[in-house]
């Protein structure tokens, strides 16, 4: 079997802010008629670039086409030879291999016959418990409006939220002080996610405020400037939870190990480049005796399923795991949506080849979108990802 083939598909799907995401679909052809398909998400983010499809599309397949499929590794090197780990949190390269690598386990499961799942390994779980985002506040006056998701998602069967913080920690005790007030125990706030935004000192302040409020919390997200392993480090050692980060590199996940300062790494394929890295990264936090979650940039139903495969595998999955993308978006492109049932994802029926995700081509044509460009968007609504600029 051979690559015969590659397109690229640039859709811009909606959130329910209005904030409209652009992603990349990933169709990879076999000259035994068998496609595999993958997603490169959310490439409307920080840093504020984005590849040429057209470009992109002509070198992604002068290093595939004619390759084996089934030689995973070998032309997983390939294209970080091509498109490099950078050290970067968001970095496009990350994005571009692991829409590439989730494709080609789909192409290889589904001319198996077998779910994506068995060539990770098998599963341990059906399904995972994940929490609904509740984004940043810049003012109070975005306190009700979050309080409304909270009421929203909770009626849908979400008990468990990820709270983005750090701009406004008024808004945030606020925040925190009501959910505490009209939720009691039955919601609970497993994360503040400070996403790299304050130093170690900063947050260590802030998470002294926020936590008198007793809302479940698992773990302090992101406390500490990016690549700043010291900090992370002298702020796991002032304060009593859990200290999490993402791994965005295997260089940047030995840093952490060698400064000790983490208990629970984030790993997600978006941001490591595929599902070949995020098992690479997994074990290597299985045999430092470190914990797991998944994580998500938000992705549409294709690169969450793909993420589900991979969180069922996980054997040390030991907290509340993030990945809702699909919900978060006004539609999708696929004719069988990943599912959520009672604050639990759960993963693609185990008897359907591949990963268990079927494209609808009205939908793509729905969404489709010239290129990647970004128009007048600005640096708060990429943080923020809001269709308009709120003033603090």
Not at 292 to 300: A, H, P
Not at 322 to 336: C, I, M, R
Not at 348 to 358: F, M, Q, R, T, V
């Amino acid at each position: 079997m051979k690559i015969s083939d590659l397109t690229l598909t640039v859709v811009g799907i909606p959130r329910h802010t209005g904030f409209i995401n652009k992603h990349i679909i990933v169709q990879i052809y076999s000259d035994e008629g068998v496609i595999g398909i993958g997603e490169m998400s959310d490439f409307s983010h920080l840093p504020r670039y984005a590849p040429d499809i057209k470009d992109l599309t002509n070198v992604i397949k002068s290093i595939i086409v004619g390759q084996n499929p089934f030689d995973i590794i070998k032309i997983n090197q390939e294209l970080t030879s091509n498109f490099p780990e950078a050290m970067y949190y968001y970095e496009k390269g990350s994005f571009i291999r692991n829409g590439i690598d989730t494709a080609l386990y789909d192409l290889c499961a589904k001319t198996l016959g077998v779910s994506v799942s068995e060539l990770l390994g098998g599963r341990v779980r059906d399904k995972l418990k994940v929490c609904y985002p509740i984004f940043r506040m810049r003012s109070i006056d975005e306190v009700q409006e979050n309080i409304d998701v909270v009421q929203k998602r909770f009626e849908q069967g979400f008990d468990t939220f990820r709270l983005y913080v750090g701009k406004n920690v008024d808004a945030d005790e606020m925040f925190l002080e009501r959910v505490k007030k009209e939720f009691g125990n039955k919601v609970k706030i497993k994360s503040f996610d400070f996403s790299h935004l304050l130093s170690w000192k900063s947050t260590l302040q802030a998470v002294k405020r926020l936590s008198q409020y007793d809302v479940g919390l698992e773990m302090i997200e992101s406390p500490a400037l990016a690549n700043d392993f010291e900090g992370l480090y002298h702020f796991r050692m002032r304060t009593d939870y859990p200290v999490s980060e993402h791994v965005w590199s295997m260089r940047q996940q030995y840093e952490m190990l060698k400064q000790d300062s983490v208990d629970i790494f984030n790993i997600s394929p978006i941001f490591i480049g595929g599902l070949t890295a995020a098992k690479r990264a997994a074990a290597v936090a299985e045999v430092s005796s470190k914990s797991v979650i998944l994580g998500t940039t938000q992705e549409l139903s294709i690169g969450t399923a793909s993420m589900a495969h991979l969180g069922g595998s996980f054997a040390h999955l030991d907290y509340t795991s993030d990945p809702t993308g699909p919900e978060l978006y006004v539609g999708d492109v696929v004719k069988n949506r990943i599912q959520y049932k009672n604050g639990y994802l759960h993963l693609p029926d185990a008897s359907i080849p591949g990963l268990g995700i079927e494209l609808d081509q009205q939908l793509i044509e729905k969404y489709r979108v010239e290129d990647l460009s970004w128009g007048d968007v600005t640096v708060h609504q990429l943080q923020d990802r809001t269709a308009e600029t709120i003033k603090s």
